[in-house]
């Protein structure tokens, strides 16, 4: 018999899941409804759901979740959409929004701010995010934490890196059901950065806030996030 609901959420407070798939997952498909399933255990389990924020899989994580009552997190990308002529708005289930302004940054927000990981079928994108976690992991550029790859999609992949070097999937876990992913999450998942956004702003207005106030903010900001590799002024200021 699964644990309560209040039990599990006193287990798992303050802990956030990233889970990666595709956008374009039709919503009456199979990995649709496990998406929304898993999203749903995940939030009575008492974790955060965080996704890329669009449709397919994260529409259905993302509903599944805040119809269970749990916080919903998107790290979007708009920068994704500048060569089209409709421009796609993040999906309607989502608590908090969190822009990056590109693919490299997306994916490192959503890695530092989660204490797990969960990984559905597929396109590039996901294999992108798939790769960039797991080499962080591996390579302890992150603290360790559990990767789950849920069903058989990614099975030949992770034989192939289990032969190459038995070491790779040393925190990759399979899960065949909802159930089992949070299970391991339960006994796996560790504490990400969630407090980047329950901090308050300083109480500067635009009449009292001076360049070096905002330069500080500017530079506190990047800091907390790692950008510094990765932005120059141009792109932090946009």
Partial sequence: MPPTHSSNRAKSTHKTIAIFGS??????????????????????????????????????????????????IGV??????DYSSSRIQPNPYLD??????DIL???????RLSGGFVVLDGGTGTLSELAVVWESVGKRFVPPRPI???????????????????????????????EQVVEILNEHAVSGT???????????????????QLR????????????????NPKNISA
């Avoid at 908090?96 to 302004?101: E, G, M, Q």
């Avoid at 940054?105 to 959503?110: A, F």
């Avoid at 956004?197 to 360049?211: C, W, Y």
């Fill in 148 to 178: 789950v790859v849920v069903g058989h999609y990614w099975n030949q992949l992770v034989d192939v890196m289990r032969q190459h070097r038995a070491s790779s999937v040393q925190y990759l876990h399979r899960a065949e059901t909802a």
């Fill in 76 to 81: 979007t990308c708009p920068s994704l959409f």
């Fill in 96 to 101: 908090i929004v969190l822009p990056a302004p």
């Fill in 194 to 212: 969630r407090a980047r956004h329950q901090k308050k702003s300083p109480s500067h207005t635009d009449a009292t806030a001076t360049v070096s």
């Fill in 23 to 72: 956008c374009s997952t039709p919503a009456q498909s199979e990995p649709y409804r496990l998406a929304g399933e898993i999203g749903k255990r995940l939030a009575d389990a008492g974790f955060e759901v965080l996704n890329g924020g669009y449709g397919g899989t994260m529409t259905a994580a993302s509903k599944a979740a805040k119809d269970a009552g749990g916080t919903t």
């Fill in 216 to 231: 500080g903010l500017v530079e506190k900001f990047v800091a907390e996030r790692q950008w510094q590799p990765f932005h």
């Fill in 105 to 111: 940054s997306r994916i490192q927000t959503m890695m």
